[in-house]
């Protein structure tokens, strides 16, 4: 219950006396209206603070660096996990290139980075492999093989392979 001091004796009185009961005092009506009123308006300005706190608050997730970086580097990620992917194709054409080949010690493989590579379906990947090897005549003959893989949870198969013009 809110108090007001009495004018008089300056002893707090309860705001809903009409006079004091220390000294008998008339206490102003309106002096408690007046508390009231800057006790609402008190109330409001905490109020207002903490709405204005809480429209803030949604608002900076938005405004703060942290999500564009991590949007971001989740795109770097996921280029970098299809170029790795694209390099275990390559290493896969290799493979499976080789053992084709009536002599397989003799590949000479290009570097694996220049081999042209496109991934065509969802996990199937188009790879032309580039390299120097035996042939039937036993002279070192270069060789290119179009070699469709797909690969999944590590594992790599071999869907077609072709040999295509130098
Ligand atoms: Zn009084």
């Known amino acids: 219950m809110a ?12 705001d809903t006396e009409k006079t004091c009961p220390y000294c008998g005092a ?14 609402g308006l008190f109330v409001l300005g ?19 660096q942290p999500a564009p970086t991590s949007a971001k580097q989740k795109a770097a990620e996921e280029v970098k996990a299809r170029a790795d992917k694209l390099n275990l194709a ?4 290799e493979r499976f290139a080789k053992k084709t080949l009536r002599d397989p ?17 969802p996990d199937t990947y188009r790879v032309q492999v580039r390299f120097r090897a035996k ?19 590590g594992s790599w198969v071999p869907l077609s392979m072709q040999e295509s013009p130098v």
């Open 26 to 39: 008339k206490i102003p009506k309106n002096n408690g209206l007046l508390v009231k009123v800057i006790i």
């Open 135 to 153: 042939n039937d005549a036993n002279a070192m003959a270069q060789k290119v093989v179009d070699c469709v893989v797909q690969g999944k949870g």
């Open 46 to 64: 905490i109020l207002g603070a903490i709405f204005s706190r809480f429209g803030k608050t949604p608002a900076q997730p938005q405004d703060s």
């Open 90 to 93: 390559r290493s896969a054409c």
């Open 3 to 14: 108090v007001s001091l009495c004018k008089e004796c300056s002893k707090e009185v309860g």
């Open 105 to 121: 010690s003799s590949a000479e493989f290009e570097d694996s980075g220049t081999y042209w590579a496109k991934e065509i379906k």
